[in-house]
């Protein structure tokens, strides 16, 4: 029982003496490390989003295209057949550059610049009505420049509408009689001219 006690009077002595050592006098050299309050760490704002600035695109697809025309004379110029249309198809390619200004929180304004490869062939063939003679006619390329307006429905969703001139290339239509064996216009004589419907 003494063994007992002794041991359990130790025990309390140091338990006891950690309890009450910050508060002994320090001795000569001695130090004590006391933690300091810190402010918490406020991370930066986001940048704010702006669409102001230079941009290049490219694309692939699908693209159509339409042609109104009829035959005329020459003198006097006289529209010798109804007005019928032609049209073309499948694949084109696209590039493109621009800048954009955004003005204030919800305005933009810019400038673009398109350039189109394509290959729009008249899925059967050109047909002129008042002689019969068909071909193939292929739209080549394309080209826009123009201006935008755009207003910022929210800061990452641009509604706008743009402004331009654009120009189409077409190749050269060879055509042939409907007839076998087929024959050239030129074989023919004169005939009628090909006018783009206004």
Excluded at 10 to 17: D, R, T
Excluded at 90 to 113: C, S
Excluded at 166 to 182: E, H, K, M, V, Y
């Amino acid at each position: 029982m003494k063994g007992f006690l002794i041991a359990s009077s130790i025990g309390l002595a140091v338990a006891s003496g950690s309890a009450f050592a910050a508060d002994l006098p320090l001795g000569p050299g001695a130090s004590v490390d006391i933690p300091m309050a810190t402010a918490p760490v406020v991370a930066p704002p986001p940048p704010a989003y702006t669409w102001t600035g230079c941009y290049l695109d490219g694309g692939a697809g699908f693209g159509m295209w339409k042609q109104d025309h009829y035959g005329g004379a020459l003198a006097p110029a006289t529209q010798l057949t109804p007005t019928v249309s032609s049209g073309g198809e499948p694949w084109l390619g696209t590039v493109g550059v621009g800048y954009d200004y955004q003005v204030g929180p919800r305005w933009l304004i810019g400038a673009f610049g398109d350039y189109n490869y394509m290959s729009l062939v008249y899925g059967g063939s050109f047909q002129e009505p008042y002689w019969g003679w068909g071909g193939n006619e292929t739209e080549q390329a394309a080209w826009a420049v123009g201006g935008r307006i755009g207003y910022l429905v929210t800061p990452k969703l641009l509604t706008y509408v743009n402004a331009g001139y654009t120009q189409a290339r077409f190749g050269q239509i060879n055509l042939l009689s409907d007839t076998l064996p087929q024959v050239a216009p030129a074989a023919c004589g004169a005939g009628s001219l090909f006018h783009p419907n206004p």
